[in-house]
């Protein structure tokens, strides 16, 4: 007992904190924090209740929660259960073995009876016993050919280590067998750094050994770096001077043979036709070859690879000399125009943003204008940076314009759509040609659809605090010449049906519908007043509603209706 502390605060204390407890088990289920419940399970060593808690509600820890309670049962000697709970955690390839690795008898009886991927492990461990043959055994069952090779390299027996890579084909071991060769037999090590794909050691044997006939198939199969490095070997050798030539010359025959036969050029074959830089061929030949190369791929309509083979010949050109500058952006456009044409938005904005070019920032932002950015925040921002970047202020006015009609047609949020058309104005003010005549135009309509749009939302936002004044201006703003489509004249009837439904004035409120039905006969005007008006506007003064109006509010009831369910 504390001291002096009775009995009944004792008990008053505890009571606390047992209340606590309860009431945290109570909020713990309501937040449907069930992995906070199995953990205080286990914790609390309340195993079956945390089992229980993860199979039905936290089957995202369900693996970790068996996983433990194995743990727990072999701290405590039951064996044969938790080896059950390993395999249902899926641990057991390691757990089991090291949980059993004292008693060997029964490792072995279980190693055997599940016949999984725990056969290497077993083998491994039967090397390290140093029963070799067993091991070789539970190898071949765990289809572990390297360990095979090397097991029979260890014993000497190299023939019966060939026949396993040979017959597999396995590159780990034909590349183990390969270095065994080295030493003492060069041919073998060649083969088996072949069947490898190990083309580079291969090629430094031959370089090596003088296995000059060799060496020509190897530096066929390996890449554009070793096929150079194979034809400098003849060409300072002195011998097989043929053979150097073909070597240098295979990525002409290569595109020769593309662009006579048709065959597609991939951009593994492309990236093998190219060369890489070096003294063996001049800047102006390898500029040649990218761009023939750029021109067969154009051909057969591969455009980022061909945009990609004229950006890299125009790069190795660029400031040596004017000529090779005017190619370099020549290229560049001529690879933008071509990446356009495939329509791959990620790489057109990547290559923009490389390039750093005026024309191509407009190009891009032309061509991004064309996608649904009204949707997507991400392409609205680079189309707004690229026609900065590209300093076009006309352009970026006349996007920033777009953006406005569509905050007005699709949201009817005139709040966003002022302050679109103010940055438009500031563009134009900015624009080298604003004192032209044409461009004075523009902008006087520009502050003629701000000033309309302006005093629009200035009736709205003065509504809360003094509605009939709000009304007053409004229809004052009714008589404003060229009105819409700066306001649409619907949404400004609109606003005015809607407030003489709210205070009672139906009778009012449908003289403002007849008359806004006889400005816009063609269009549908509940696009413009709320369903809640026209269903008022109906029950109270007996009137029907159009056909064409009730199928509008059904479609836009079954919209709202289906956004809801996506949330």
Known sequence: ?????????????????????????????????????????????????A??????HDRIHLRATYYSYAKYLESMGDKTLALTYYEKSD????????MLQDDTSSLEIYVNKMKDNIYKWWAQYLESQADLDSALHFYECAQDYLSLVR??????????????????????????LARHYEGHDIKQAVHFYTRAQAYNNAIRLCKENGLDDQLMNLALLSNPEDMMEAACYYEEKGSHLD?????????????????????????????RMTVPDSKDMSEEARKEL??????????????????????????????????????YTGNEIIAMRALLKSGDTEKIVFFANVSRQKELFILAANYLQSLD??????????????????????????????????????????????????????????AKDASSGQQEVRLADLQHKITLIRKFVHIRSLYSEDASEAVQLCETLLEEPELDPAVRIGDVFGFLIEHHC????????????????????????????????????????????DRSDKIHISKEEDEVEEDLNMF
Request: hydrophobic letters at 35%.
């Open 373 to 430: 950015w009204r949707k997507d925040p991400d392409i609205l921002k680079t189309i707004i940076g690229f026609y900065t970047k590209g300093r076009a202020p006309d352009l970026l006015a006349g996007f920033y314009e777009a953006c406005a009609q569509v905050e007005i047609d699709d949201y009817q949020n005139y709040e966003k759509a002022l302050d679109a058309l103010t940055e438009a104005s500031k563009c134009l003010s900015k």
């Open 243 to 271: 053979r150097a030539v073909a070597l240098y010359h295979k990525y002409h025959q290569a595109l020769e043979l593309c662009v006579t036969q048709n065959l597609t050029i991939t951009e593994d074959l492309a990236e």
């Open 502 to 545: 709210q205070q009672g004035n139906f009778q009012l409120a449908n003289r403002k519908l007849e008359q806004l039905q006889k400005l816009l006969p063609s269009q549908n005007v509940s696009y413009y007043i709320s369903q809640a008006s026209l269903v008022a506007l109906q029950k109270e003064l007996g009137i029907p509603m």
């Open 151 to 176: 097991i029979f390299c260890y014993r000497g027996d190299i023939q019966k280590a060939s026949e396993i890579a040979n017959n597999t084909g396995d590159r780990a071991a034909s590349y183990h």
């Open 290 to 327: 990218l761009e023939r190369i750029a021109d067969c791929c154009m051909r057969q309509g591969n455009y980022h690879l061909a945009t990609k083979k004229y950006t890299q010949a125009g790069n190795k050109l660029k400031g040596k000399k004017k000529y090779a500058s005017c190619c």
């Open 1 to 49: 007992m504390a001291l002096g502390q009775t009995p009944c605060e004792l008990w008053s204390v505890a009571f606390v904190w047992i209340c606590k407890f309860w009431i945290w088990l109570n909020l713990c289920k309501c937040c449907q924090r069930y992995d906070l419940l199995n953990n205080f399970y286990q914790a609390s060593g309340k195993w079956q209740q």
């Open 91 to 98: 641990t057991h390839r390691v757990e089991v073995p090291r």
């Open 51 to 56: 089992l229980e808690t993860a199979e039905v």
